[in-house]
T-cell receptor, first 113, second 110 residues
């Protein structure tokens, strides 16, 4: 039973391209997150959203933007992809209730050439 | 937001008990402590969560001392399939901004 779905498992883009990574959750969660994961660095938060049209920067927002027009969908946008944005990107969602768990997508491995 | 500190890596052998400790000195009154497990090329998945004392489920136990400034994830009788990265998170109850650290890379050997 898939709960968080990322649009692509693998993606190869060229430097300078505009890239869209899509994430959809079916649990009616208020909060959604985008992370990137690089070897030895764990998960680093790029952006998160706690409601439709609301967003906040995470630890590494530079070079990224996000869009949340509907509650179930959270998009990560690379305005002009660069090679240093080659990474694994993970989407997550979590309810705002107390004592809950987060659910993650399967990840998108993006390569920028 | 509370910052967490965990060992970078640990090694164990099949059948042993593994304890991974996480420090979170600045934990707030409403924060919960949650542990996640991540296998290569997959997203993290929830293992266990607690607020104080001890919590146990079918896969792990979580020990939280009275001051809540640390927590210990205990994996009983590990197997090779427990080889993974384990993350400790501290998050506000009711508003969950999830900040992950680097995690602990556990390697289980035959």
């Amino acid at each position: 039973d898939v709960k968080v779905t990322q649009s692509s498992r693998y993606l190869v883009k060229r430097t300078g391209e505009k890239v869209f990574l899509e994430c959809v959750q079916d649990m009616d969660h208020e909060n959604m997150f985008w992370y990137r994961q690089d070897p030895g660095l764990g998960l680093r938060l790029i952006y998160f959203s706690y409601d439709v049209k609301m967003k906040e920067k995470g630890d590494i927002p530079e070079g990224y933007s996000v869009s949340r027009e509907k509650k179930e969908r959270f998009s990560l946008i690379l305005e002009s992809a660069s090679t240093n944005q080659t990474s694994m990107y993970l989407c997550a969602s979590i309810s705002s209730r107390v004592n809950t768990e987060a659910f993650f997508g399967q990840g998108t491995r993006l390569t920028v050439v | 937001l509370a910052k967490t500190t965990q060992p970078i890596s640990m090694d164990s052998y099949e059948g042993q008990e593994v304890n991974i400790t996480c420090s979170h000195n600045n934990i707030a009154t409403n924060d919960y402590i949650t542990w996640y497990q991540q296998f290569p090329s997959q997203g993290p998945r929830f293992i266990i969560q607690g607020y104080k004392t001890k919590v146990t489920n079918e896969v792990a136990s979580l020990f939280i001392p009275a001051d809540r400034k640390s927590s210990t994830l205990s994996l009983p009788r590990v197997s090779l399939s427990d080889t993974a990265v384990y993350y400790c998170l501290v998050a506000l109850g009711g508003y969950n901004k999830l900040i992950f650290g680097a995690g602990t890379r556990l390697a289980v050997h035959p």
